[in-house]
């Protein structure tokens, strides 16, 4: 499996000092974030050694997931950015109610239903600019004070806010940052806020040889899914050896649509689809 961007990697069991450090209080290295790794360019990707399969930890499912996109960075309102945002939330509109989320009703429980779901808005924030490099912690603050403020609808069980970063920002989290381990994560703030965090692809390691919104729709793709059914990582559905969804099957892409999409893991049919 490609390289995290934290030391300890969330792919195996937390150990005893791991488990012991959590209880210590808030820690950076043994935080799991789920990334989308670097493209492997022309070497093919490793082959599990392990058999993936994913198994349910009782924690929280975006049933219903309600996508609320953030542009954030003066550079969206400016050529050419400007006109890739309407077709990211067409991407959204048509994703969320897609065969894909279909596809993630084989993960729904008893009592927690994967349906689909809907992008309830959209913004574009240039207060306070992200600057040229901004990391994981302020971009939770940002996200928690433009809620506070109302500028960002309140946090619901179902709420997924995608912050989208545009060229020439990097995001840094865990002492790695975009295009140098990552292109994308997910993750949860205090287990109840949940965000993906989408660096723009600016580089070939997040291109993979694919046009610049080919790259984000497979990439967006990849995040949405383990973010609606691993929303806390760890937590949701989770293979100790292969990660999330999206993680077993990283850069094998589709068309479904107009779009290009990641193909995702199935535990029903044993392979990515």
């Known amino acids: 499996m490609p390289s995290k961007p934290r030391r300890k ?37 490793a082959a599990p050694q392990v058999a993936p399969k994913l198994t349910y930890r009782n924690g929280p499912l975006l049933t219903a997931v309600q996508v609320f996109t953030i542009f954030w960075g003066a550079a969206w309102n400016q050529a050419p950015q400007d006109a890739l945002l309407p077709k990211v939330n067409q991407f959204f509109d048509f994703i969320l109610a897609s065969q894909l989320l279909d596809q993630l009703g084989e993960y729904s429980t008893a009592s927690l239903k994967i349906g689909r779901g809907s992008r309830t808005g959209t913004i574009t924030l240039t207060t306070p600019a992200p600057g040229k490099t901004v990391d994981d912690s302020a971009i939770q603050k940002f996200l928690q004070q433009q809620i506070s403020a109302g500028t960002l609808p309140a946090s619901t069980a179902n709420s997924l806010y995608f912050v989208f970063l545009p060229p020439g920002v990097t995001v840094t989290q865990g002492g790695s940052a975009s295009c140098k381990v990552f292109c994308g994560y997910h993750d949860a703030i205090n287990n109840s806020v949940f965000y993906a965090v989408m660096p723009y692809p600016g580089c070939a390691g997040c291109l993979g040889g694919a046009a610049a919104f080919d790259a984000l729709t497979s990439t967006t793709s990849h995040e949405l899914c383990e973010a609606i059914t691993d929303p806390i990582p760890g937590q949701g559905w989770y293979d100790d050896n292969n990660g999330e969804i999206g993680d077993i099957c990283a850069w094998q892409t589709r068309t479904l649509g107009a779009y290009t999409i990641q193909l995702e893991w199935s535990n029903a049919a044993n392979r990515c689809l």
Do not use: C, F, N
């Open 9 to 45: 990697t969330s792919k195996r069991p937390k150990t005893k000092k791991a488990k012991k450090a959590e209880k210590a209080g808030p820690s950076e290295l043994y935080h799991p974030i789920r990334i989308v790794p670097l493209h492997p360019g022309t070497a093919k990707a």
